[in-house]
Nanobody, 120 residues
């Protein structure tokens, strides 16, 4: 059973920083792209950042220059370093992984979500 487990959310003041982590566990044959999405109340889920297995990254315009995505392939873990946080970054952040479990087909998996609240 493949699982994505996120950690690192919380309450932070504007201008502060948080680091999110997401570890994929279970019988995994390979992991392709990994990414972070977020969903604010009343809004659609949106892509924040993604990273390929080779390390190529992609960011939403709203977070460029403030957020950095990285991954540790040996640990099947993806990170999101969030700096200069703004109140509009408040949302539930979801980890996503495009992966192939052992003996199965390539699918998209989601974590359970972690709340990030930016407020003074």
């Amino acid at each position: 059973q493949v699982q994505l487990v996120e950690s690192g959310g919380g309450l932070v003041q504007p201008g502060g920083s948080l680091r999110l982590s997401c570890a994929a566990s279970g019988s995994i044959f390979s992991i392709n792209a990994m990414g972070w999405y977020r969903q604010a109340p009343g809004k659609q889920r949106e892509l924040v950042a993604s990273i390929t297995s080779g390390g190529s990254t992609n960011y939403a315009d709203s977070v460029k220059g403030r957020f950095t995505i990285s991954r540790d392939n040996a640990k099947n873990t993806v990170y999101l370093q969030m700096n200069s946080l703004k109140p509009e970054d408040t949302a539930v952040y979801y980890c996503n992984a495009d992966l192939t479990p052992v003996g199965s087909y390539r699918l998209s998996y989601w974590g359970q979500g972690t709340q990030v609240t930016v407020s003074s």
